[in-house]
């Protein structure tokens, strides 16, 4: 890899326009590392760009784009249409939350239900009752002022940043390559590949949101937690380290897809482009291609490509 780095950055200059964003964009970030669909969306443009592309290929491709798209509109959609009823032994600014996760799980294992005859709610409901002892144990760090040690630390906030809760739901919602077996690692410890794809979403997330975590006093997270544990000098050091950690866990996640048998591909495909999404959010002020996440959410939710 640096050899063919190396030699691809003395050889830019060299390189004619369209090539040239190519190779830059692919030294910025590799494509294996960029989230899928939106990397259509921009290859469609830059394929549109070249004095030899193929217009009924073309057509296909927009074609293809806009109809999921209109999906994910419906999905939307879907989503955000709740009005709820009131729970009255819970405080105020719980209730709607407390009313739209119970309605959400319980739609989504009625769904399971009828359409594959299987029961997932305790499923669901254990992957729940984790997140939110999880989140219990960062509100006591807080409180407390406690400070934890990098492994602890890691291994509870990949459970809070939804890793876990979001790949059970997808994992029964597919539908496909269930088994009596795998039904059983949707549960404590999750397999090897959730914790790292959770921990490469986890410490993208930190990279983002370091500062503001800072000014509210959160003592735990990984930029402090690697300087203080690697005697790093510097948060610019740390970053560097953290960096080289995710790298690290993409090479292990590229394993895990070579060699898992008891997880279906679709999961484990999903598994990856959480680990992408997460790049997307968080490193959008390093990206040159484009103009941030708000730009991204249209490209893939709200903007047709024109025809």
């Given amino acids: 890899m640096k050899f063919a780095e190396t030699h691809l950055r003395l050889s830019i200059s060299d390189m004619e326009q369209q090539l040239c964003r190519q190779v830059t964009r692919a030294l910025d970030l590799p494509r294996h590392l960029r989230m899928e669909r939106l990397e259509s969306r921009l290859y469609i443009d830059e394929y549109s760009r070249g004095s030899d592309f193929s217009p009924i290929l073309l057509e296909q491709a927009k074609l293809d784009y806009n109809k999921v798209q209109s999906l994910h509109q419906i999905e939307l959609a879907e989503l955000s249409r709740w009005g709820l009823d009131a729970i009255e032994q819970l405080p105020e600014y719980m209730k709607i939350c407390y009313m739209a996760l119970y309605n959400t799980t319980n739609e989504i294992a009625y769904k399971i239900l009828k359409e594959q005859g299987r029961n997932v709610l305790p499923s669901l409901r254990r992957v729940w009752m984790n997140s939110i002892e999880a989140f219990m144990v960062e509100a006591n760090w807080f409180s407390s002022g406690h400070v934890p040690n990098l492994a602890n630390y890691l291994e509870n906030a990949v459970t809070t940043s939804g890793s876990y809760m979001a790949l059970v739901h997808i994992f029964f919602l597919l539908g496909e390559g269930i088994s009596h077996g795998n039904v059983k690692l949707m549960e404590k410890p999750y397999p090897k590949i959730f914790s790292r794809s959770g921990k490469i979403l986890r410490l993208w997330d930190d990279l983002g949101t370091s500062k503001e975590e800072q000014d509210r006093g959160d003592n735990a997270s990984s930029i402090p937690l690697f300087m203080r544990e690697k005697n790093l000098p510097s948060e610019g050091e740390a970053r560097e380290c953290i960096m080289q950690f995710i790298g690290n866990l993409w090479k292990e996640l590229n394993m ?52």
Avoid: W
């Fill in 256 to 307: 895990e897809l070579i060699n898992s048998t008891s997880l279906p591909l679709p999961l484990i495909k999903a598994c990856f482009n959480m680990s992408r999404t997460s790049q997307v959010i968080y490193q959008h002020e390093e990206d040159s291609y484009s103009y941030g996440v708000d730009n991204f959410v249209k490209f893939l939710l709200l903007k047709p490509i024109g025809m």
